[in-house]
């Protein structure tokens, strides 16, 4: 009756799942389109703001439009080209990377947004399925559908902006935008949506899919164990070694900012006196301070190159480096030009900040990789629990904190005593052992960890050595992405030539963390062992203090059980007591 009464025709099952698609795609593809729209938006704002700021004003918002879209477009990897008076053209290719972090954050959000699947609105055709409807509707759209919308979307806004920024005295080159766009669009929705689903297969078309699944059989054997990973390189290895090379990474970036914050801090006139050069009026001086804070990511990256030894080119024939620099040309008024070293050999001071770089990422890739290789080693349980009733739970008598002799004498003494005893037992080979017949030794308890008994096994030191070179070689292919990213011609005179080597950058990435990575993954993953086998670290437990002999009950005269203590026993450790505070 409800159905004839709002004459409405319901929904096949078919016809809910065409509609339900429908949305999906529409959600997707408009996703897409929306983040052009926020990335060309915020940019427009920001330059439309500035432009309404600056007294006298070259062109009309026309014009701040434009070099919004120009903006937007070098954020992507677009060379831009300008003419001059002469009518000669000069090229830009040095991307900012705050402003290309902008658009692939919108990507990002785009993409995992366009993953989730779409509400029903409620009323009017909107209405909820019945449950059997629901059930035979199909789901949300596959990954590699939604990577098509979503980049689909996003390059209808580009090639508009790209057709809009053409023309004019800042233009973008066409050809570039057309290749630098779809590639990175393509790349950063990929990414997204792989690690939004975390299933990577289903991202590739049906084609390429259906060829694979339908190759002969020794063909496909011979492709599958030429793609499958080596039998050594397990997940757990690969996921150590992807997480050493983000730390390494982060700590070669950290290291990179304080290097750019003291060559900052240490020229800061210079810095000061390139603001007001450059513009008079509080509009330019804020669009000065926007563009350097934009390129501040580009200074880190080549300061990061500065401390691992290759330095930068800066200009035609100009290269600074921490052990030698070359005198770059007469370079234009900027505040981060003006932070560049002297044309000489750093200082010692400077070296020593220099060095922090590499020690930073070497460090990082140990850290993470013994980590990883003790991550199935358990800790102790506490040594020694204490017991209420004056007693512990290995049998031994309680010791009254409060007799015991106090000061830095009484421990030099304990401790001098103990020494002949311990000698004398390591020369003849003899081990105390606990009333349980276990060994107690710190060797005893790392030989157990390392072959597997009482827990999980630690990594050898092939495994731990090799998971550390892993890291050590993405670590350099990120840097020299990063390297290759960050610099760029600007101009077509002096600065036609600006930014660190990429694979120069790369290799000294490699070799840093090759050199100090892999030995310090090994000399921590052994102090790691160390700490976590010790029983005085283990638990936050405490450690018994040193036995001495008549007070255990192996020792104690009259014991009733081999469990509780005797008097006699409390009685000689009461007389030592008082011999050693007599001392």
């Known amino acids: 009756m409800t159905q004839m009464t709002d004459g409405r025709p319901s929904l096949t099952p078919r016809g809910y799942s065409a509609a339900r698609d429908a949305a999906a795609v529409g959600q997707a593809f408009f996703s897409g389109v929306m983040a052009a729209g926020l990335g060309l938006g915020t940019l427009s704002v920001v330059v439309v703001l500035l432009w309404i700021g600056s007294p006298y004003p070259d062109a009309g918002p026309s014009g701040a439009l434009h070099i919004a879209a120009d903006l937007w477009l070098l954020g992507h990897g677009a060379d831009l080209v300008r003419t001059g008076p002469t009518g000669a053209a000069s090229p830009l290719g040095l991307t900012p990377l705050l402003l290309g972090a902008l658009p692939c954050w919108l990507l990002y959000r785009a993409t995992r947004h366009a993953l989730e699947p779409p509400e029903p609105v409620p009323g ?6 019945p449950p059997a409807v629901l059930a035979l509707s199909s789901p949300p759209l596959v990954p590699r559908r939604v990577v098509a919308w979503v980049t689909a979307g996003y390059l209808l806004v580009g090639l508009a902006a790209v057709v809009y920024a053409a023309n004019g005295p800042m233009r973008v080159s066409p050809l570039g935008a057309l290749l630098h766009l779809p590639v990175v669009t393509l790349v ?11 299933r990577p297969y289903e991202l590739l078309p049906a084609a390429v899919r259906r060829l694979l699944s339908e190759l002969p059989a020794p063909v496909g054997l011979r492709l599958r164990e030429a793609l499958r990973a080596p039998s050594w390189l397990t997940r757990r290895r690969r996921t150590a070694a992807l997480r050493a090379t983000g730390g390494a990474m982060a700590a070669l970036i950290g290291a990179g900012a304080l290097l750019t914050a003291v060559s900052l801090a240490g020229h800061a006139g210079s810095v000061y006196q390139a603001f007001g050069r450059l513009a008079g009026t509080w509009s330019g001086q804020c669009g000065v301070l926007l563009l350097s804070i934009a ?23 100009g290269a600074v480096g921490p052990l030698s620099a070359a005198g770059p040309p007469a370079l234009p008024e900027f505040p981060l030009f003006a932070a560049l070293p002297a044309p000489a050999a750093a200082a010692p001071p400077y070296l020593l900040i220099a060095a922090v770089v590499p020690l930073a990422a070497g460090l990082s890739v140990a850290w993470f990789v013994s980590g990883a290789a003790l ?25 009254d904190p409060a007799s015991e002799p106090t000061g830095r004498s009484a421990t030099a003494k304990g401790r001098i005593r103990r020494w002949p005893g311990r000698l004398l037992r390591l020369l003849r080979g003899v081990r105390r052992r ?16 390392l072959c597997g008994r009482g827990g999980g096994r630690a990594w050898s030191i092939r495994e731990t050595a090799l998971t550390a070179a892993l890291a050590a070689v ?36 490699l070799g840093w963390c090759g050199l100090l990575g892999v030995p310090g993954a090994l000399v921590m993953r052994w102090c790691r062992l160390m700490y976590r086998t010790s029983p005085r670290r ?8 040193p036995v001495r002999r008549g007070t255990h009950p192996e020792h104690a005269r009259g014991a009733s059980t081999a469990g509780a203590p005797a008097r006699g026993g409390v009685r000689r450790a009461a007389s030592g007591r008082r011999r050693a505070r007599d001392d």
């Open 295 to 317: 390129l501040l990511p580009n200074a880190v990256v080549w300061a990061a190159a500065y401390g691992l030894g290759p330095g930068f080119a800066i200009g035609a024939g």
């Open 538 to 545: 283990a638990g936050g437990g405490t450690a018994a203090p």
């Open 434 to 449: 606990s009333p349980g017949g276990g060994p107690r030794g710190r060797w005893a308890r790392l030989r157990g960890r």
């Open 188 to 198: 950063v929705v990929a990414l997204s949506a792989w690690t939004g689903t975390g």
């Open 474 to 509: 993405g670590c350099g292919c990120a840097a020299a992405l990063l390297a290759a990213v960050a610099g760029g011609p600007v101009g077509s005179g002096a600065l036609a030539d600006s930014g660190p080597s990429w694979w120069f950058t790369g290799a000294a990435a």
């Open 375 to 399: 991550r199935a080693v358990p800790r102790l349980p506490p040594s020694v629990p204490a017991q209420g009733n004056g007693a512990r739970s290995d049998g031994r008598a309680a010791v």
């Open 124 to 129: 009017g055709s909107g209405l909820a399925a």
